[in-house]
């Protein structure tokens, strides 16, 4: 079993560069199978569709991405630093992330068309992770007194804020920042 999911796991990493090359749609069994040096055939041992490659991909990518999110919400130190820290993978242009996108569009595609239930799931899974953590993080802006009570009925909204900006066919990270700008303005605890 171990050996499987080796195999399974390094036939999942080979696809990465294919999808961001070539697209998932445009990729076929064939190619992948080629890339893994394995009979096209081979590739049902590991994997019950071309699709749950991709989902493998997204899982492996997500688990990876979540634990460096995790840290950089730990190091920041301010509400806001901490909120843009969640929003890394719709803000930071650089090239893991650029790539992180384009596997998520795919993901998020496949999600859209075909409606298959399991990655339905894990769409939903890392949705309603996200809002925790940001509920998490604006309740501790509360609780320090930084920002209003209020703030927290916004997490539903900023994140599908991120994710349409993350989803944008010509990908603008400003568009969030400055949104997140204006909105910590808006619920910024007034003293007197």
């Excluded at 991709?54 to 190091?75: G, N, R």
């Excluded at 806001?80 to 992180?100: G, H, S, W, Y």
């Excluded at 349409?164 to 909105?183: A, F, K, R, W």
């Amino acid at each position: 079993m171990q050996n499987k999911n080796k195999k399974r796991l390094e036939i999942t990493k080979l696809c990465y560069s294919l999808i961001l090359s070539e697209g998932f749609c445009n990729i076929t069994v064939s190619q992948i199978a080629k890339k893994a040096n394995i009979a096209k055939g081979s590739i049902y041992k590991y994997f019950e569709s071309k699709e749950d490659i991709l989902f493998s991909l997204i899982k492996t990518i997500q688990d990876e991405y979540d634990s460096e999110v995790k840290a950089e919400i730990e190091k920041s130190e301010s509400i806001k630093e901490r909120v843009l820290a969640l929003f890394t993978l719709c803000i930071k242009d650089d090239e893991i992330n650029q790539n992180r996108r384009k596997i998520y569009k795919e993901f998020s595609s496949i999600c859209l068309s075909k409606s298959v239930e399991k990655m339905l799931g894990f769409q939903d899974d890392i949705k309603k992770r996200y809002i925790l953590w940001l509920r998490e993080i604006l309740s501790d802006g509360v609780k320090k007194g930084e920002i209003k009570k209020s703030s927290i009925d916004l997490s539903d909204g900023l994140f599908a804020m991120a994710e349409g900006v993350l989803l944008l066919p010509n990908y603008e990270p400003s568009i969030l920042t400055h949104h997140i700008d204006v909105l910590f303005k808006l619920i910024k605890e007034e003293r007197i």
